[in-house]
């Protein structure tokens, strides 16, 4: 058992080392994209940059909105299953009531968004198949969260049983 727990740690180190270098990335292209989306509101070459970038059709707040709702939604993604990497190597145990929280609460944020998403999308290119993919992309990703944090609770319960009977 113990070689099993030594690898779940030592994955879980190397795990949360990357979930912040991707941080950090997801971070500076947010700032960039909002430096961008803001050039964009007070010059002519700023939206017609912004207009190559995110190929606007027609409203390029919205899909600056979009955008940053995209990468905002990555950056949380990456920072709550670094917290998740971070708890594992701090508790031995991948099954607690805290990772069941942050999963649960990153399937609610995906709900969320799902709907931020397809509205910010409608408006800034009307209604696609684009915007069917956003909606029910998020909403599956939202639902295997979900479940993931079903199957931690249950796994949380069955390790307080064992440490209790031991």
């Not at 509205?119 to 939202?142: E, I, P, Q, R």
Request: charged letters at 15%.
């Amino acid at each position: 058992m113990k070689g099993d727990l030594s690898t779940v740690r030592k994955v879980s180190r190397y795990a949360s080392a990357v979930m912040a270098g991707g941080g950090a990335v997801l971070g500076a292209c947010m700032i960039a994209v909002a430096c961008i989306g803001i050039w964009s509101m007070f010059s002519e070459d700023g939206a017609e940059m912004l207009s190559g970038i995110l190929h606007t059709g027609g409203n390029a707040v919205a899909a600056c909105v979009e955008l940053l709702v995209i990468l905002g939604l990555g950056l949380f993604t990456v920072t709550t299953v670094r917290g998740l990497m971070v708890n594992i190597m701090r508790e031995h145990s991948p099954f607690n009531h805290e990772n069941t929280r942050r999963l649960k609460l990153l399937s609610i944020v995906y709900l969320i968004c799902s709907f931020v998403l397809a509205a910010t999308d409608v408006a800034n290119t009307g209604f696609s198949v684009y915007t069917l993919f956003l909606f029910f992309g998020s909403l599956l990703v939202c639902v295997v969260m979900y479940c993931l944090s079903c199957v931690f609770n249950y796994g949380s319960v069955l390790q307080r049983e064992s440490d209790e009977t031991l």
